[in-house]
């Protein structure tokens, strides 16, 4: 079974210019998240889908990122226009609904690593 | 305002020796803690967790032990492994939220 999918793995951008991240959550799970961790600190919540709705949004940061899940399956994060403060690592997990995140249920892809110059 | 912390970045442990990671935390509503773990260009992957109502939980070569009053909960590795260097992230959640509030992270290195 594969796991948690993240496109690109890493991505250089310019001030001023759009990227979009991808995931693809584990088949099969309708709850999927996205954290950022930026320059070595904490690992921040962004979002929660639970399929394709907008559970909790309550971690984005402002209003230049935009989430979507369309059909509840694979998400994509666009940052438009991107700043230097959004470089960090966006990682993205998914588990099944009513599944025991809390005893590891929980799976997080590789990230994807954003570095705007 | 941090709500879980980890207070040393960094940690060498000799092999064989236990490992010892601390984390704080503020919010008295979590009460699931998780600690992760994450080699270099993975992402995170569980490797413990408690409940707020257990003071100990243990998984082999790792026990985790919680202290509800001082919000304070540690993670001991016995015996440590080259394995086990990797950066270990905290992470609290609460009142039914499925959202995970981490630490900043310790980077453990295990020496021969």
């Known amino acids: 079974e594969a796991g948690v999918t993240q496109f690109p793995s890493h991505s250089v951008i310019e001030k001023g210019q759009t990227v979009t991240l991808r995931c693809d959550p584990i088949?099969?799970?309708?709850?999927l998240y996205w954290y950022r961790r930026v320059m070595g600190k904490e690992i921040k919540f962004l979002l929660h889908?639970?399929?394709?709705?907008?559970?909790?949004e309550s971690g984005m940061p402002n209003n230049r990122f935009l989430a979507e899940r369309t059909g509840g399956t694979y998400s994509t994060l666009k940052v438009q226009p991107a700043e230097l403060e959004d470089s960090g690592v966006y990682f993205c997990?998914?588990?099944?609904?009513?599944?025991?995140?809390?005893?590891?249920?929980?799976?997080f892809g590789e990230g994807s690593r954003l570095t705007v110059l | 305002d941090q709500q879980v912390k980890q207070n040393s970045p960094s940690l060498s442990v000799q092999e064989g020796r236990i490992s010892i990671l601390n984390c704080d935390y503020t919010?008295?509503?979590?009460?699931?803690f998780l600690w992760y773990k994450k080699y270099p260009a993975e992402g995170p992957t569980f490797l413990i967790s408690?409940?707020?109502?257990?003071d100990k939980n243990e998984d082999g070569r790792f026990t985790v032990f919680l202290n509800k009053s001082a919000k304070h909960l540690s993670l001991h590795i016995v015996p440590s492994q080259p394995g086990d260097s990797a950066v270990y992230f905290c992470?609290?959640?609460?009142?039914?939220?499925?959202?995970?509030?981490f630490g900043q992270g310790t980077r453990l290195t295990i020496n021969p």
């Open positions: 919010n008295s509503m979590f009460d699931y």
């Open positions: 088949s099969g799970h309708d709850n």
């Open positions: 997990a998914s588990s099944r609904l009513g599944g025991r995140w809390y005893t590891g249920e929980l799976f």
């Open positions: 992470a609290a959640s609460g009142q039914g939220a499925q959202k995970l509030v």
């Open positions: 408690i409940s707020s109502i257990k």
């Open positions: 889908f639970v399929k394709e709705s907008k559970q909790d």
